[in-house]
């Protein structure tokens, strides 16, 4: 397998450790998102060789690790040696290294059928003001409802679906999406701070949309790169990864 191969990683941080962090960076604790201060901590580890996109697969803050699962084109000894060599040490103990796994991701053939995991973002972006020169980022679904005529009704479901599909060919294509369930939905408020020298912190509510679904490959290394890429915005924060599992149902 080659070195630059793309890696499955799964890890536990803890979660007392992730809340010191953001204590430290000074951010609002009772409103913080867990996808961006696992975003601040795995930056803390690695820097810019992070793992991402990433989804927080046990989220509950009453058990004492955050189960986070991420793509990474280094395996777990690797991400380990440079943890060790290069992090703060109140950073590199908060991780379960007992417990840290990871596995290389094969390549899947054409034709195959697979089920997939996604946390995403279904946004899109509009064009606001009197310029019309600024964008901003609107719920796909709402985006459609304010496009239609009167009380036309829209489906959710079936906006997320193209909004998914079209995500996959803008990414080169390489599946066709089969079955989609959208399993919850839920408005999500995200932390995100601005850069320069202050970085303020404000507040995003965005849609959070859980699906399973099926992917038929048609290319597989386009498959490959979708999986290290992610899907939609925000991907650096929680969203976007795929997930791949045995399909659950009929395409």
């Given amino acids: ?107 899947v053939p054409v034709g195959k059928t697979v089920g997939f995991e996604l946390r995403a973002c279904p946004v899109v972006r509009n064009r606001r003001g009197d310029d019309g020169n600024k964008e901003r980022e609107v719920d796909a679904w709402l985006a459609r409802c304010h496009a239609v005529d009167g009380d036309e009704p829209v489906d959710r479901e079936q906006v997320y679906r193209e909004w998914l599909q079209k995500q996959i060919e803008q990414r080169g294509g390489g599946a066709m999406l089969g079955a989609l369930r959208l399993v919850a939905f839920k408005r999500d408020r995200l932390l995100r701070r601005e850069h320069g020298g202050e970085r303020t912190s404000r507040q995003l509510e965005r849609p959070g949309a859980h699906f399973e679904g099926t992917l038929t490959v048609q290319d597989s290394a386009a498959v490959m790169g979708l999986l290290s890429r992610g899907i939609g915005r925000h991907r650096a924060f929680g969203f976007g990864m795929l997930v791949l599992v045995p399909p659950r149902f009929a395409c």
């Avoid at 996808?35 to 810019?48: D, I, N, P, S």
Wanted: aromatic share 10%.
């Fill in 1 to 107: 397998m080659e070195a630059d191969a793309l890696h499955l990683l799964r890890m536990g941080i803890r979660w007392d450790a992730l809340m010191a962090l953001g204590k430290r960076r000074h951010l609002p604790l009772h409103t913080v998102d867990e996808g961006y201060l696992v975003h601040c901590f795995l930056a803390e580890l690695w820097k810019q060789q992070s793992p991402r996109p990433f989804r927080v697969r046990q989220n509950e803050r009453k058990n004492r690790f955050a189960e986070v699962w991420a793509y990474s084109r280094r395996s777990h000894d690797v991400l380990a040696d440079d943890a060790r060599l290069y992090a703060d040490p109140q950073i590199l103990d908060a991780v379960d290294w007992g417990n840290v796994h990871s596995k290389p991701m094969p390549s």
